[in-house]
T-cell receptor, first 111, second 115 residues
Framework: QKEVEQDPGPLSVPEGAIVSLNCTYS??????FMWYRQYSRKGPELLMYTYSSGNKEDGRFTAQVDKSSKYISLFIRDSQPSDSATYLC???????????FGAGTRLTVKP | GAGVSQSPSNKVTEKGKDVELRCDPI?????LYWYRQSLGQGLEFLIYFQGNSAPDKSGLPSDRFSAERTGGSVSTLTIQRTQQEDSAVYLCASRPSGGGQETQYFGPGTRLLVL
């Protein structure tokens, strides 16, 4: 079993839909949780960063962490075609090294 | 300011040949990472440099892989006697000293294809 599991999709939604992306993990020591967005032929860019459990909102994006279930989510409201990308979850036990990444979910938002 | 740059963007090589991949981190960033991203897989950690400390090589998959960082800036990842399973995107990232994970920035990657 992988340390971080993420459904690779692909996921296709119409413009304006709410998108839900999820990851599960097995290491209870993980405390730092990140979501990256990766456009085709580009490097990943940090989208959301959360510490421990709870919710964090930034514009149309909301990140949720449920440490008791070892489950994290990223919600995208009012999705746009420009949101079409691969979304990677990542997590670590400490804030300076050794991140573990999910496989990435490929999202397409159709106009 | 300039971000992390990597060269070449794409590399096609024949099985058994050696390749060198280059990473120019953001100026002033002391931490530098190399990752490998294979199709359908997440990023796989390869090696980590932090300042003048000994690098963390725990992610290197075999002794065919090596990396160095000269003068605390530019880094080169070398793969000797390449194999077809080495085909992947190799990503470099850098982070400032004392910065957390949220301050790590990635380069665009080098796409390596071993024929």
């Amino acid at each position: 079993q992988k340390e971080v599991e993420q459904d690779p999709g692909p996921l296709s939604v119409p413009e304006g839909a709410i998108v839900s992306l999820n990851c599960t993990y097995s290491n209870s020591a993980f405390q730092y949780f990140m979501w990256y967005r990766q456009y085709s032929r580009k490097g990943p860019e940090l989208l959301m960063y959360t510490y421990s459990s709870g919710n964090k909102e930034d514009g149309r994006f909301t990140a949720q962490v449920d440490k008791s279930s070892k489950y994290i989510s990223l919600f995208i409201r009012d999705s746009q075609p420009s949101d079409s990308a691969t979304y990677l979850c990542a997590m670590s036990a400490y804030n300076n090294n050794d991140m573990r990444f999910g496989a990435g979910t490929r999202l397409t938002v159709k106009p | 300011g300039a971000g992390v740059s990597q060269s070449p963007s794409n590399k096609v090589t024949e099985k058994g040949k050696d390749v060198e991949l280059r990473c120019d981190p953001i100026s002033g960033h002391t931490a530098l990472y190399w990752y490998r991203q294979s199709l359908g897989q997440g990023l796989e950690f390869l090696i980590y440099f932090q300042g003048n400390s000994a690098p963390d090589k725990s992610g290197l998959p075999s002794d065919r892989f090596s990396a160095e960082r000269t003068g605390g800036s530019v880094s080169t990842l070398t793969i000797q006697r390449t194999q077809q399973e080495d085909s992947a995107v190799y990503l470099c990232a850098s982070r400032p000293s004392g910065g957390g994970q949220e301050t790590q920035y990635f380069g665009p990657g080098t796409r390596l294809l071993v024929l």
